[in-house]
């Protein structure tokens, strides 16, 4: 998993409340059983005119001018600006997945779904919560100014306008941040114990040998 420290990144507002991981990513496409490719199917029946399939050719499909992601001046964002409850519904762990290869490497919004909270942080994505007067102002910082950019700073736990004239702190927890800042994801933490898990196993091999197959 790549660390987060620092995300100097272009903000796309989505403002939409409740948005679901079935339009995040929707189902048809949970059926590869690879991490990766989830990206271009993000957002998938607001991004694109037709529906879409697994296998499709998605540079000829026809997009959709009036989604925030095909316009122009959003090009590259890797800042989400959302609203409440993002990510409900069920718990697929593509919806984090689809968001990463994407190119987001961060959300925010004044309250997201648990689980979807907690997947993001397992797939390198800091989904940041901040009240929705915040949310409302970044909002019209982002139609008003194009090209806006917000600094997230996970060590000092803060986000940042470009231009420092306002910050925002957040709350994130510890155990979270550590994973995030050191990019370790559950297999990352489990391989941290490489060398006590082996010496286990040889441990384990001579202590009680009537336990390993021999056939």
Known sequence: MEKFT???GLVAPMDRANVDTDAIIPKQFLKSIKRSGFGPNLFDEWRYLDHGEPGMD?????LNPDFVLNQARYQGSSIL??????????????????????????VVAPSFADIFFNNCFKNGVL??????QIVDH?????????????IV???????????ASASYPF???????????NGLDDIGLTLRQADKIRAFEERHVTTQPWLINTI
């Not at 998605?58 to 026809?62: E, F, G, K, L, M």
């Not at 700073?153 to 231009?163: A, F, I, M, Y």
């Open 81 to 106: 600006l959302t609203r409440k409850n993002f990510g409900c519904g069920s718990s697929r762990e593509h919806a984090p997945w689809a968001l990463e290869q994407y190119g987001f490497r961060s």
């Open 127 to 132: 989904p940041i919560v901040l009240s929705e």
């Open 6 to 8: 620092v995300l100097d």
């Open 153 to 163: 700073d996970l060590e000092n736990q803060v986000v940042t306008t470009s231009n």
């Open 58 to 62: 998605n540079s000829q499909r026809p």
């Open 138 to 150: 970044l909002f019209n910082e982002v139609k008003a100014f194009p090209g806006y950019r917000l």
């Open 171 to 181: 709350d994130v927890d510890a155990f979270r941040k550590y994973c995030l800042l």
